[in-house]
């Protein structure tokens, strides 16, 4: 109970209440017990003096009478019934008494020891004598001896008197004492009350204000932080409160921008291509963003364990300490195959103590693919390059040992060398066609075009190749001729392309469908062949760069493999799009959209 403030301060005020009362009644009742004590003193002597005085008269005036003397004796006593007068003669013989019941029986006794230490002193020094007695019940006399000579008879007897003793009890003094203090203990037990009654008070306005901010700071460790308390006072407490609050409203704005930082920091993570994981110490994930539970599709029981393991990271002691891979490469299969870089390094508390791990995960699925397409794209034109020369230099050896002689042979080898050489020259415009539309360096002009004009051309140029195989092109066009907004030599080329590869790869004596139509503000184009198709898992490629489905036989018929590549990019450079349909043995579709133009009237058409 006496921890809580409010318990110590009534103790202190209670303390102090009576340490102050104790030094007063001391003083006081000091002060008053001298005060009657001198006024008792007094009238003992005054009592004295007149006793001498009045018996002194008597006995001079002659013979004075033992009970006359006994009378005027118990006249001049005090009143009190414990106040006595004696008088004694020289020998210490009682002679006379006053006539009260405590002076009963004293007649005739000697008197000594130490219950007459004034008669005793008196006749010592034969002086006046004034002493305090203390009867055996602890009652206190004041007594006084005083010198009497005279002589009191009694019939014939005649006694010699030499003092007068005089006793009175100090009891009202003593009582009035006895008073004072209980009077002064009541007011003590009252003063006591009161300060407890207004040192409660006194002491709730110390302790209600600390209460208040002692349950809201709890409050506020308990994550409450709209706490305030009420400044009511300037003084020590009021400070203390207007403290309180500025703490609340600091921890407020902290935890605001904590927070802020917080959802940044989740947004990015959120947001981020790169997969990010944070592992503790321990190696418990202590977080993964979206992405990175996508890349590795993270499970609850999945330990970081078996993701580094999976993440060719090593372990997470190596990670931690900073030794051993950081950054590694690997494929991961499931849902489906990415290649993935893998960053790993450990984090620092702000104490500057290892407190977990990062991984972040790059996926460098498309970066993989371009660098094999690359690597691919060098050796395929190295080999499309080599062949036709190994062609060349092996004809040329060969007339030089001496076919050159026959020449018909010779006619033969260098229609092929030549051949061959075209092949190249084809080859390598393809790739510079390929490699102007890769750089855009190539300007296309745009104009609304006709495309049933277009196609036209196209058949007529490619009728030839078609007659030596027998085929027959069919076109399927609208009524009102759709235009569409190109550059005419490119879609040309793309035209040719198609068509030409139509050419080769279908069956002999089929027939060729070209149809045109409008689909939103696109016109679709769309060749149709009825040739042998294209398998479906070589669809998704055959829009590659030397891209073939059957490598020999297109070699045969000429191909490189570019003819469809450059047909895509000047589609897409046109903004369009370009597709196929294709069936085993079915035949097969290339189309492609190009963007249409609404023909303004006066528009030029080429
Ligand atoms: N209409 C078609 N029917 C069946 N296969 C086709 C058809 N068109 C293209 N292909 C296949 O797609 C491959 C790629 O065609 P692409 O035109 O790009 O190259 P290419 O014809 O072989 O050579 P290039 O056109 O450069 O002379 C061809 O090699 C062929 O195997
Ligand atoms: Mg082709």
Known sequence: MFQSIKWRLMLLYVLLIVVAMQFVSFFLVRNIEAFYLERARTDLRTRGAHVVRVLDLEMRRGPYSRELAEAHLNNLRARHEDAIILLVSPTGQVAATSLNPAAEGLHGLFVQGPDYPAIIEFFATQEPVEARWEDHTGRRFYTLALPLSGILTQGTVREEVALVYVREPLDETYSILQEVQARLLNATLLAI??????????????????????????????????????????????????????????????????????????????????????????????????????????????????????????????????????????????????????????????????????????????????????????????????????????????????????????????????????????????????????????????????????????????????????????????????????????????????????????HEGSDITVSLSTVGDMVRVGIRDRGPGIPLEDQPRIFERFYRVDKARARELGGTGLGLAIAKQIVEAHGGRIGLESEANEGTEIYFFLPRHTLPSTGQVS
Not at 216 to 227: C, I, Q, V
């Open 193 to 506: 009350g009161v300060t407890l009654l207004l040192g409660t008070f006194a002491a709730q306005t110390i302790t209600r204000p600390l209460q208040e901010i002692t349950s809201k700071a709890a409050r506020l460790a308990a994550g409450h932080f709209d706490m305030e308390v009420k400044v009511k006072s300037g003084d020590e407490i009021g400070k203390l409160a207007e403290v309180f609050n500025y703490l609340t409203a600091e921890l407020r704005k902290t935890m605001a921008e904590l927070r802020n930082d917080k959802t940044k920091l989740e947004a990015i993570l959120t947001q981020m291509t790169n997969g990010v994981i944070a592992l503790d110490t321990h190696g418990h994930i202590i977080h993964a963003n979206i992405r990175a539970r996508d890349m590795l599709n993270i499970t609850e029981e999945m330990s970081s364990a078996h993701i580094l393991e999976l993440l060719n990271l090593g372990d997470l002691a190596r990670l931690l300490t900073g030794s051993g891979p950081k950054v590694a490469e690997t494929e991961l299969k499931s849902p489906y195959t990415i290649a993935i870089r893998a960053y790993g390094a450990p984090f620092h508390s702000a104490e500057g103590e290892v407190s977990g791990g990062i991984i972040v995960l790059q996926d460098i699925t498309e970066e993989a693919r371009l660098e094999q397409m690359r690597r691919e794209f060098v050796a395929n034109v190295s080999h499309e390059l080599k062949t036709p020369l190994t062609t060349i230099k092996s004809y040329a050896e060969t007339l030089l040992a001496g076919a050159l002689d026959t020449k018909d042979v010779a006619a033969s080898f260098l229609s092929t060398m030549s051949e061959e050489a075209d092949r190249m020259d084809r080859l390598i415009k393809d790739l510079l066609t390929l490699s102007s539309l890769d750089f855009q360096h190539v300007r296309m002009p745009m104009r609304p075009t006709l495309l049933d004009e277009l196609i036209l051309d196209v058949a007529d140029k490619l009728a030839f190749s078609a007659q030596r195989r027998n085929l027959k092109f069919r076109t399927n066009f609208p009524e009102d001729t759709p235009v569409v907004l190109a550059n005419a030599d490119k879609v040309e080329q793309v035209l040719v392309n198609i068509m030409a590869n139509a050419i080769k790869y279908t």
